[in-house]
């Protein structure tokens, strides 16, 4: 199993940044996806997760209708949009396969090195 993040980036408050998550080495359509970040001095934290179909997702309460989760079964993608990015969301972020087929219950089963992201002005 290996997962690939891409999209690092140092931003202002308010504008956007896209991450992508490469994945292969195991059926991924067949798998619930997610996105952790982990700020400095912090414990790590569920930001959004996907179904493996895409069509269900669910996202932390302080980054929803700001950040968007979405999968390309077909390239083995997930993505992760976010807008009008805060300081507070500077972070590393992690993609990781979910141990389980659910929104609500979730564990990084396999996850990715991660990719910073900046939020300053």
């Known amino acids: 199993v290996q997962l690939v993040e891409s999209g690092r980036g140092l931003v202002q408050p308010g504008r956007s940044l896209s991450l992508s998550c490469a994945a292969s080495?195991?059926?991924?359509?067949?798998?619930?996806m997610t996105w952790y970040r982990q700020a400095p001095a912090k414990e790590r934290e569920l930001v959004a997760v996907i179904s493996s179909r895409g069509g269900d997702t669910t996202y932390v309460a302080s980054v929803k209708g700001r950040f968007t989760i979405s999968r390309d079964n077909a390239k083995n993608m997930v993505l992760l949009q976010m807008f009008r990015l805060k300081p507070e969301d500077t972070g590393v972020y992690y993609c990781?396969?979910?141990?389980?087929?659910?929104?609500?219950?979730?564990?990084?089963?396999?996850g990715g090195q991660g990719t910073q992201v900046t939020v300053s002005s």
């Open positions: 080495g195991f059926a991924f359509s067949g798998y619930y």
């Open positions: 990781c396969r979910n141990r389980y087929a659910a929104l609500d219950v979730t564990s990084c089963e396999y």
